[in-house]
């Protein structure tokens, strides 16, 4: 994602998960050492301009420098110089969570650390990419979870863990997922379901 237009990023990512979301995509940062403080401070500022972007086109009132995460309208997400800030246009969600993973090979004994045994029953013996990409669905359902507090990524259970798109649950409470791939990236954005009954 690094060498692409974070214009062109934008406009794939809002095609690819439709009218719903508002999105907005930061970076990539300049050259240089990926680590130090300016770097960090460099990546805050622009994940909380993509924010402020978002809440703008979504009408929302909020300092983004000082909104706290999760939020029911709005999340965030870094990854290698790049933010992307994602909201919701529905005045009724209830939380919305977001992503943002390079690509790159994983370990598969993290498995254990935020699938739950079913689903590590599901999928077998599954393949880094895999893993790569239900880490992204985990983290978004996790952000999307306004109460979070005190959980881990394996409170959350996928029902079909193998889908791209699909419905993840902690209890109660109900979540839709979806993963998109990007060149070199896979970004997954979660919604919390308001309860009908």
Known sequence: MSAADPDLLEAELATLLGPEFVVSVAGPAPAGPAHDARAHRV????????LRCVADRLGERVDTDRLVLPHPRLSLTHCAG??????VRSRFSTGIGVD???VRPVNPGIARLFLTPAERAHLGEAPPDVLLRLWTVKE????ADT????R??????????AAWSGR???GAARFRYRTVELPGHL????VHEERTA
């Open 100 to 102: 943002l993973e390079a």
């Open 168 to 170: 993840a649950t902690r």
């Open 43 to 50: 990546e805050h500022r622009r994940g909380r301009a993509a």
């Open 147 to 150: 109460g979070n507090g005190g």
């Open 152 to 161: 881990i990524l394996a409170d959350y259970e996928l029902c079909r863990p």
């Open 187 to 190: 970004v997954s954005v979660a």
């Open 140 to 143: 978004a359902v996790f952000k």
């Open 82 to 87: 790049v933010a992307v800030a994602v909201g």
